[in-house]
């Protein structure tokens, strides 16, 4: 058994379980784009041109567009602010490692943030600050299961380019 199942929730209520699950993957994604230089964050497989930089650029931005603008009503923060739509697919081959690295890092700790104070306000049925299209406005529980979805897509894409690597493969982060 490795470290990322000795910190998962097993028995804990339904936010606790989502929230560890959240945090599991997580560490698995870390895992998969860990201690890369440059050249193999831009590197890429196949036909795609993602790279494993980019994926922790965008999941640096889908931390703070669902957890602090959706969740939380507040506003999305640099670099996003002034940043043109889908440009951490374009603009992460320019960012070194650490600041890769580093914007990841923060954003997954705002967003941490973010949900310990909404907990503070409720539960799981907490409404975000921000309604769909269609109206309806998802709560905190919905949220946290819309970025389980985001982090198990693209921990399969890091998956993939991370085996292209170097060869690393595994299932999750080791102890």
Not at 35 to 63: I, N
């Amino acid at each position: 058994m490795t470290d990322s199942y000795a910190t998962v929730v097993v028995d804990g209520d339904e936010i606790a379980t989502l929230l560890s699950t959240l945090d599991r993957i997580r560490r698995t994604f870390a895992w998969k784009c860990g201690g890369l230089d440059a050249d193999q964050l831009r590197a890429t497989t196949a036909a795609s041109t993602m790279t494993l930089g980019g994926l922790l650029k965008h999941l640096a931005f889908v931390e703070a567009e669902w957890f602090a603008v959706r969740l939380r009503g507040e506003p999305i923060g640099p670099p996003w602010d002034t940043a043109e739509p889908d440009t951490e697919w374009q603009t992460a081959a320019g960012d070194s490692p650490s600041e890769l690295y580093a914007l990841w890092d923060a954003a997954v700790a705002r967003s941490r943030a973010m949900v310990a104070a909404a907990l503070a306000e409720g539960d799981g049925g907490l409404p975000g600050a921000v309604s769909w299209p269609d109206g309806r406005t998802p709560n905190l529980r919905r949220i946290i299961v819309d970025m389980l979805e985001e982090y198990a897509r693209h921990t399969g894409h890091a998956d993939l380019l991370r085996e292209a690597v170097d060869g690393l493969v595994g299932e999750d982060a080791p102890a």
